[in-house]
């Protein structure tokens, strides 16, 4: 962690500065922060209170508020590397109280970044980012040369946050920025080193990161500076035994690591090379000092408050348990992991934050699920809600925030009777599958990559339209499909995907034995977790008046004068327009088409879409795998002849899509994005569920415009005759598939996928001529009880005449 006080002189100058000095009292408070300092640099913390302390005081003597917030800022620096992080924390308050007085934004800056560097070591990120926002907004109202350092000190904080949480990719961009911000002292550019090695290595290129943490090393040591070398040497141990499986020089590496903490009492620092050093024994199999290093680890990370280190700890303590056959043991250990980062998370007060912060702790889960599938008997229901809990947390937190992972008695009770729910569960020992009907759960788990490789072989296979794809689909087959019981009376497949699955589209996989695709056989559509089936019903509602808006359509956008985001013009679609309007046509009720030039951005965002059945785009989509805030969807320019305007994923989100039944994304690779470890793949099909939609057909790969087109209007066509959306998908893929044409290929079909509700219809748009016939009718039945009630009334007339006429006439 970077951390940043005054520049350390030399004490003997400044002592003999200091003896030079007119006024006594503040010589003395220079040569005690001199002192200090001096204290700091060679991590004798003790000694930095001590001396600290005597400088706070004269200072506060001296009125100099704004020296005695540095004196305080370096109590909190010495606490913050004693682990006594209460301490830090009160010290860098204090602290910024006084800078506050004295109008000291430097110091105040400073102190905001240093109290949110506290909170990030214990795990509390949404406070670290608090303090690190409130630093940038300070640094914004004081513009200028004077605040470049300041500015380097809040992005690297930033940068570490979101390498921290797993958002590696902003975190990059944060470094990129302090790169280019020009010079920094030789410590801090050592500590940019660190972070940027630790990128790169989950990058993937473990050599370029050894190669930072060595010139990190060498500056740390230059500067003197004990607390940053021991991280450097800790972090070039880690790629020697991690990646290069190197377990000598990583021991080497952690020994060195660990006599420098030791020297420099920095307890953080010992509790990181004891479990790094105990996982490097782990994989050599001296599991008995492993379990030593690893339990010393989390004992000295408990007592110091590092979550992250204590979680890591208890994962290596359940790893070496479960090798030595103790499966209580493991399960015991890998469960107290998951609930201290599960702690930590749930502390993570917006989903910005949450969305990638379980990525790397998926390896617990992972453990914890496949020691669970080799109890004898395997217990469903616990693999299941394991299974639950680690996957499309974020998306799931988004849509119902507070609910849990479902019970599969409650998934169990909205499953109908002819359907399958398949939750699928990749890990690095094997797989596991959940078939899961309304009555029974079948646990299945196979060892080794054959289904991984069985599934990218098929999506590789059938997004390429020059393939012969039927041997891929065979293997796919006996790889993910066999020994599926009673599937023989399924009509409708619920995929959970996991892993390769997310880009294999069921479809076009052969039913082992039989021969057939599952799509002759049943429809299918995916959930980003089985907790989908449990939400409220969404669906729009069952009729509708041929007035009511049925459809919202945007396509074909407008040529823009400029394409900002992209490195070429994209070209107009010549079938958008038709497919739109063919839409229109298809589906019963009143249609709002916006073409060309009318298919704004500001149009989808205003709110008219709510409680509209069908939403359509036909058009331009670009999925970036690096920063899903950059996927988006092309639409017109704000004005003629302007630069183009895009719906992002964010504004997807954002959507107001209540009582809407149906999207459909007719554009390349929307089922696309960024794959995150248990959340999935952050593309619009989630994001549109997650405003509110019933369902979302959405593409896998870039698809033609003329069959797309042809599809889309087939599908439309027969969810209009009410038939359920998947069985309306189907229906479309199955024309194709049995056409006979170059069409027939999955290449032109299998890309469109349907994720969401597929057991939901359309509503039903009651006919004009119904309308009609029922205003007949009831003109007739008005007309009749007018000619009633008139025939009524004169019948009681004359009733009342005759009376009068008997009562008038004479007697006998």
Known sequence: MPHWNRVTAALLIVCALALAAPDSGVADARAFAAATDAALARGDYQAALVQTQKAFELHQRLGADADAAWDLNAAGLANQYLGRYAAALDAYRRALTLDRRAKSRDGEITRLNNIGNVHLLQGRYSDALLMYQDAQRQLAAAPGAATGRLRKMTLSNLAVLNQRIGADERALDYYDEVASSGAMQPAEEAQLLVNRGALARRLGDPVKALDLYRSAQQLFARAAHADGEVSAWRNIGIVYALDLADYDRALDAFNTALRLARGSKNPRGEAQALLYRGEVLRRLGRDQEARQDLEAAFDASRATGLVEDQWKALYGIGLVAAARGDRPAARAAFERAIAAFESVRSDLRTVALRAEFLADKRDVYDALIWLRLGDEPVRGDDVFRLLEQSRARAWRDRVQPAGGAPSLSAVQAVLPADAMLLEYWFGSAGMARLAITRDTITVTRRTGADPARAAQQLADAVGNKESAWRPASAAAGTALLSELPALARVRHLLIAADGPLHAAPFETITLPASGALVVERMDVSYVPSAAFLTLPHRAARRWAWPWQRALAAFGDPAAAGSYPLETRALPRLPYAAVEV????????????????????????????????????????????????????????????????????????????????????????????????????????????????????????????????????????????????????????????????????????????????????????????????????????????????????????????????????????
Not at 667 to 690: N, P
Request: charged content about 20%; glycine content about 10%; some cysteine.
């Open 581 to 812: 309007q063919q839409a229109a046509r298809t589906l019963p009720g009143r249609a709002e088409v916006h073409l060309g030039a009318d298919a704004l951005r500001q149009t989808v965002l205003d709110g008219r879409l709510r409680s509209t059945p069908v939403v359509h785009f036909s058009t331009h989509a670009v999925a970036d795998t690096r920063d899903p805030d950059r996927s988006r969807i092309l639409l017109a320019p704000a004005s003629p002849g302007g630069p183009a305007d895009y719906l992002f994923l964010r504004d997807v989100t954002d959507l107001d899509l209540s009582g809407v039944s149906l999207v459909t994304l007719s554009a390349c690779d929307t089922e696309r994005g960024k794959v995150v470890r248990g959340e999935g793949v952050e593309g619009f099909s989630r994001a549109l569920l997650a405003a509110g939609a019933g369902a979302a057909v959405t593409t896998l790969w870039e698809v033609a415009d003329r069959p797309g087109a042809e599809l889309v209007t087939q599908f439309l066509y027969a969810a209009g005759t009410g038939r359920t959306l998947a069985d309306a998908l189907r229906e479309a893929k199955l024309r194709f598939l049995r056409s006979g044409l170059a069409w027939q290929h999955p290449y032109y079909w299998a890309g469109y996928v349907l994720t969401g509700d597929g057991a939901a219809a359309l509503p039903r748009v009651v006919p004009w001529p119904a309308i009609a016939g029922a205003a007949a009718v009831l003109l007739v039945l008005v007309s009749a009880v007018i000619r009633a009630a008139g025939t009524a009334k004169r019948s009681t007339s004359l009733r009342r005449t005759a009376g009068q006429s008997r009562q008038s006439a004479p007697m006998r």
